[in-house]
């Protein structure tokens, strides 16, 4: 770790790149809008055209298992680039549309040969079975007939993900590209790891002219004749016929894309952008959904981090637990079959520790990043604890928690063992190794942690909100292990929750700051700091009641609250920056949890400002799209927020953080027990309107209702259907509740 100067200007004078061997360079803008596709461990990053490698766009690319397989695709009519006159993307994500057209092309000496706006390319692109589908179909709607001279260009670099991301490499694997057939081109590379990978191009019809880099089409087109050629792309695989296949694999992405969407909950409000954000968010996260042998997973976000990690896949359980609590049991299930059994520096592994990442590229394979099997990151075993109780609570799975209690129990043991070396009660982190992260709570960049001063924190660290999860994991636990008969240990672990909060009060509460500090550093002293961590605790029931009305107040104060969502550190703070990855940027699914944490506690009155805030950002958002983040300067009138310009979008746990937020508003819980879902303390904000859920299910039975505000500040709830015995209530803190 470099030692940070105890002037916190002078922080600014050391590249953060220097710093942080894992930052995500960023050149600028891409010159083109960016239009992402996604269908289990393949990607594309494409422009608006629907091409690859021609904007400015360094993430631009078709990707499987963390290499890029395909650097560029376009094509050109006639020697010219086409022109833009539109792009969508489909609601559902299953596919790209581009509608482009030709551009005036001249005859030397003769002027225009062919007017401008005379043929239309409707160009169609999807992803399945590892590969890349594109249609590309040209309509003359002149009244002469046209010759037209298209020639695709293609390449493939097989980039090592965080070589994409800006790290260097003194030595590559070897390329070779060669042509295998009238139709056909296979571009090969074999890495320094050994491993051959492999992309292979079908055109259909056969190209007049095939080269390593180029395919030329010669057609020409009566009046108002359509032309159809189709490219199929397959990632470390044979191609298929690309016509023939081509509506057959749309029908297949389809299907897999939608899977069963009767057996989770709908929603819907009176309010049409809130529910194009909601639309977007499930598009997004069943994109974001990946087959693996242990069930589905919420990859983390695209660009940078499609692949499976562990917190990121824990909270975004949480976030839909009360909507599909399926994707809990395979976020569960993958994530014990790689829990750690041993001691390990190189990837930060002790026995019991829950996966922070896994990599299945060429830099991993070698050990130039340390993410093959990665272990770094200190909440994802509390987190996968509490997620595990919750799941249970949830469903009444026991047969599956029987399953998986050998990995609660080891993780359990990692809390009191590896996870607190120094026995003080507190689950703190210390890089193992001078290549894994330096920070390794949700908030992992290297300047994330520091003192009121600026100073960097030296570790072992222990987070605030670290020991609220710990907290809350204890406590779920607790009912599971009493679920299964056990008893002693169900007492032993609620006496240690209890323990733990106590302390915790004691050495994390600010009385001058009015809030909990940010963390204790490696010597025990409290980072006296304004920050949204302290609202995760707050999210978990480790707070005194007293003492979270002081940390509430504090958030929906102007130095924290935007008036687009709350920042990830006070401004006023020593490192306080509205452009910062985790100090004083706006995190979606972090706002969501302060939500959740409002409602926990009773503290209603600021669940509405922060859900209008962000749903406001998002009307402003591409698609309606929650990004990973975006920057924490203050609202201005008639001005949209401002973009983090490398955030990943989609990104999992900020499509969820929707739906968490909606938990928050209704005041959600359910008791499997009693059959029943109740509404504490209830508080929709008169800009939704009405919400109906439908099809939320509570073990075999199901229930559709409606809650509509009323002008009184309360609520009113309608059944619209119930299948077998459940109810639904509203509890008040008065003690009044109704019940229907």
């Known amino acids: 770790m470099l030692d940070a100067p105890k002037d916190p200007s002078a922080c600014d004078t050391i590249p953060e790149s220097e710093q942080s061997p894992f930052y995500i ?54 020697g010219e680039m086409p022109l833009l006159l539109g792009s969508t993307m489909r609601d559902d994500n299953l596919n790209m549309r581009a509608d482009l057209t030709n551009p005036d092309i001249h005859v030397d000496g003769d002027g225009i040969g062919l007017l401008k706006d005379t043929v239309h390319i409707k160009r169609t692109i999807y992803l399945h079975n590892g590969g890349l589908a594109q249609r590309n179909a040209f ?66 019809p056969a190209p007049v002219e095939l080269t390593e880099a180029t395919a030329r089409f010669k057609i020409t087109l009566a009046s108002r004749e359509t032309e159809r050629l189709y490219v199929a792309i397959k990632c470390d695989g044979e191609g298929q016929p690309a016509a023939d296949s081509f509506l057959w694999g749309l029908f297949h992405a389809r299907r897999d894309l939608v899977g069963k969407p009767h057996e989770i909950a709908s929603v819907n409000t009176s309010n049409a952008v809130v529910n194009e954000i909601i639309c977007r968010s499930l598009a997004d996260l069943r ?130 063992g590896p996870g607190d070396p120094d026995g003080d009660g507190f689950v703190e982190y210390a890089r193992a190794n001078q290549n894994g992260l330096v920070n390794q709570g949700w908030k992992d960049s290297h300047d994330a942690v520091f003192h009121a001063d600026g100073s960097l924190a030296d570790g072992p660290i222990a987070l605030v909100e670290v020991q609220g999860y710990v907290y809350a994991a204890l406590k779920v636990a607790a009912d599971c292990a009493k679920l299964l008969g056990e008893i002693e240990r169900a007492d032993t672990l609620i006496a240690k929750a209890e323990l733990l909060r106590l302390r915790f009060e004691a050495a994390f509460w600010c009385d001058d700051l009015g809030t909990y500090a940010l963390a204790l550093d490696g010597k025990k002293q409290p980072c006296r700091v304004r920050t949204s961590n302290a609202a995760h605790a707050m999210a ?19 130095r924290f609250n935007s008036g687009w969502g709350i920042r990830t550190v006070a401004s006023g703070e020593a490192r306080y920056n509205p452009m910062s990855y985790h100090n004083g940027s706006i995190w979606p699914h972090d706002n969501a949890i302060i939500a959740v944490g409002l409602a926990r506690y009773g503290l209603t009155q600021g669940i509405a400002p922060i859900f209008d805030g962000l749903m406001q950002a998002a009307a402003y958002m591409d698609q309606r799209r929650l990004p990973e983040l975006f920057c924490g300067f203050p609202r201005r009138r008639s001005r949209g927020p401002t973009l983090y310009p490398v955030a990943c979008s989609p990104q999992a746990w900020a499509s969820g953080a929707v739906f968490h937020l909606l938990q928050a508003v209704l005041g959600l819980h359910y008791s499997l027990p009693q059959r029943t879902i109740t509404l504490r303390n209830p508080v929709v904000p008169m800009s939704i309107g009405e919400i109906t859920i439908r099809n939320m299910r509570l073990g075999d039975a199901s229930i559709s209702f409606t809650v509509r505000p009323e002008p009184s500040g309360n609520v009113s709830i309608g059944v619209l259907e119930r299948t077998g015995k459940i109810n639904i209530a509203v509890l008040l803190d008065a003690g009044d509740s109704a019940a229907a």
């Open 139 to 204: 309509v003359n709607h002149g009244a002469e007939p046209v010759s037209l001279d298209l020639l695709f260009h293609f390449d493939a670099d097989f980039a090592d993900l965080f070589e994409v991301r800006g790290m260097r490499r003194p030595v590559r694997g070897s390329l070779k590209k060669e042509v295998v057939g009238k139709d056909k081109v296979k571009l090969s590379y074999t890495g320094i790891d050994g491993k051959a990978r492999q992309t292979t191009l079908t055109f259909e």
């Open 287 to 416: 994109m974001l959904m990946t087959k693996t042998t242990d069930g589905k997973y919420p990859y983390a976000g695209i660009p940078w981090y499609s692949t499976t990690f562990g917190r990121d896949g824990l909270i975004t359980a949480m976030q839909l637990l009360w909507f599909d609590p399926s994707v809990a049991r395979g976020v569960l299930k993958r994530l014990a079959r790689f829990q750690a059994t041993t001691f390990d520096d190189a990837s930060d592994a002790q026995p019991g520790k829950i996966l922070h990442e896994m990599r299945g590229g060429e830099m991993a394979a070698l050990g130039e990043v340390p993410f093959g099997l990665y272990y770094g990151s200190v909440d994802s075993t509390p987190l996968f604890v509490l997620l595990a109780g919750l799941y249970v609570e949830r469903t009444g799975d026991i047969a599956f928690l029987r399953e998986i209690w050998p990995n609660v129990i080891a993780a359990l043991d990692w809390i009191d």
């Open 540 to 558: 978990t029931g480790i707070m005194m009641p007293e003492r979270a009305r002081y940390v509430a107040d504090d958030l929906l104060r102007p």
């Open 25 to 78: 360079a960023s050149a600028g803008a891409p010159s083109r809008p960016r239009c992402i596709l996604k269908q289990n461990d393949c990607f594309a990053v494409m422009d608006n055209y629907g091409d690859i490698g021609c904007a400015s766009d360094e993430a631009s690319g078709l990707y499987s298992h963390d290499t890029r397989h395909l650097s560029k695709l376009s094509v050109c009519v006639n």
